[in-house]
């Protein structure tokens, strides 16, 4: 039996008239003249740094040292959350990508922040309160609540977002009220259009997993030692995966959707060679280091069999997502568009892994939002082990230091808000009071 090599690889096929993108493990044998493994400089694939320059202007010399002040500033934030204890209020990098934003509610530790080579931002709500505002939407929350969009935690803003379609900002403030919160720690932010989840089911077309009666496919995510991660909504439990050429490829080994994640874990059979890398759909394996998770305001790249690689920029964790079939809780939202065929797909920033597509909306033509599930929650779940190629952090969710703790620090920039939804609309919760 031929080995075959898992790496996050797809390919588009025609059947009966309609182009199905299938996630395949290419044959073993027949990779190298059509995909080269990528030779990569201080962990950052030329091919990626490319893709960075197409989608958020940037030059490889920025886009690298956005990158790798990235990956410092994961270490930095982590000490000084520790170090600061109840006081921390959030980390993320302003505009510019390298500017650490440090929030606290006890001005006495500014210097310690300075020191670390942060912006020090004095706030009135720790992070801890925040989660706390942001769980209770999610104890609050109906099933009607699933109109609106979602909610997550805005640490530059120092307050909780909850998202509202046009003609809906009085729904999602009267939930914030319902669930408790004061008005000065919410904001209503009105969005185009409400995220669904990122797989294609096609009746009648040769399929990948089953889902819901109907065929589906998605992509594949990284590597793990037995297998590779995915979207949850890519496969129930006991779900098989099947490959391009109609053989058992694994079966689902572990599947949330919806709930508290989006994650699936896929245990693959003995004929599935398992290799660290990301295709770019432009005939290159960029390699996965690790998967040290990169703050709000990094820049992220993904890739996925429907649109292959696009980037752009992490806007807010700990996102929860109404989705049409139920509340998805601690995702993480970019502005990064993907399609109907991405779900499950990779995400990185540099060569550090950071999570697997879950949905959004929009496309890659109009652009959009796309939401992500943090991959070291599903290796830690599942005590999975990342496959790398050794040259960068380390996988399973540890993280390591990261560089100098004193470079010196930059013009503080608050990174993009979102435009104020406060707009009137006659929608309210339904099954709960109304106001005025």
């Known amino acids: 039996m031929q080995r075959r090599?898992?790496?996050?690889?797809?390919?588009?096929?025609?059947a009966a008239g309609a182009a199905v993108a299938f996630t395949?493990?290419?044959?073993?044998?027949?990779?190298?003249s059509r995909r080269t493994a990528v030779q990569s400089a201080d962990g950052v694939a030329p091919q990626l740094l490319a893709a960075m320059k197409r989608d958020l202007g940037l030059s490889a010399d920025e886009a690298t040292a956005r990158l790798q002040r990235a990956k410092w500033a994961s270490g930095v934030s982590t000490r000084l959350?520790?170090?600061?204890?109840?006081?921390?209020?959030?980390?993320w990098l302003g505009k510019d990508g390298m500017t650490l934003n440090i929030a606290i509610t006890d001005a006495s530790l500014a210097d310690d922040v300075r020191a670390a080579g942060a912006q020090p931002r004095l706030v009135q709500r720790s992070v801890a309160q925040l989660d706390r505002a942001k769980q209770a939407l999610d104890a609050t929350a109906t099933r009607a609540d699933r109109d609106l969009p979602g909610w997550y935690v805005d640490v530059a803003a120092n307050q909780v977002v909850v998202q509202a379609l046009r003609g809906d900002a009085d729904h999602a403030r009267e939930l914030a009220d319902d669930a408790g919160i004061p008005d000065s720690a919410v904001k209503v932010v009105t969005v185009k259009a409400a995220p669904r989840p990122l797989a294609d089911v096609i009746g009648?077309?040769?399929?990948?997993?089953?889902?819901?009666?109907?065929q589906a496919r998605c992509s594949i995510g990284f590597a793990v030692e037995g297998g590779f991660v995915t979207a949850g909504h890519c496969g129930a439990e006991g779900t098989p995966t099947i490959d391009l050429e109609g053989d058992a490829q694994g079966e689902v080994a572990d599947s949330v959707f919806p709930g508290n994640a989006d994650l699936?874990?896929?245990q693959t059979g003995a004929?599935?060679?398992?290799?660290?890398?990301?295709?770019?759909?432009?005939?290159?394996a960029l390699p996965v280091g690790g998967s040290i998770e990169s703050p709000v305001?990094?820049?992220v790249c993904r890739s996925g069999s429907t649109t292959g690689t696009f980037c752009g920029?992490?806007?807010?964790k700990n996102q929860t997502v109404n989705y049409p079939e139920g509340e998805v809780t601690g995702l993480t939202r970019t502005n990064v568009c993907a399609e109907g065929g991405d779900s499950g797909g990779p995400w990185l920033s540099g060569d550090q892994a950071q999570g697997v597509t879950s949905g959004g909306s929009g496309d890659c033509t109009v652009g959009g939002e796309t939401f992500f599930q943090p991959i070291n929650e599903i290796l830690d779940r599942n005590n999975l082990t990342l496959l790398t190629t050794g040259t960068g952090g380390g996988g399973g969710g540890a993280v390591p230091s990261a560089g100098a703790t004193t470079a010196p620090p930059v013009e503080a920039d608050d990174p993009p808000a979102d435009d104020n939804g406060r707009q009137g609309g006659g929608h309210f919760r339904r099954g709960h009071r109304s106001h005025g």
């Open 313 to 316: 920029t992490i806007l807010a």
């Open 81 to 91: 959350r520790s170090a600061s204890g109840d006081s921390y209020g959030g980390a």
């Open 297 to 299: 305001g990094a820049a």
């Open 24 to 32: 395949l493990p290419s044959m073993a044998g027949t990779t190298p």
């Open 5 to 14: 090599t898992v790496v996050a690889i797809a390919a588009t096929v025609t």
């Open 264 to 266: 699936g874990f896929v």
């Open 204 to 214: 009648a077309q040769p399929y990948f997993v089953n889902i819901g009666g109907g």
């Open 271 to 284: 004929n599935v060679e398992l290799q660290p890398f990301v295709d770019d759909f432009r005939g290159n």
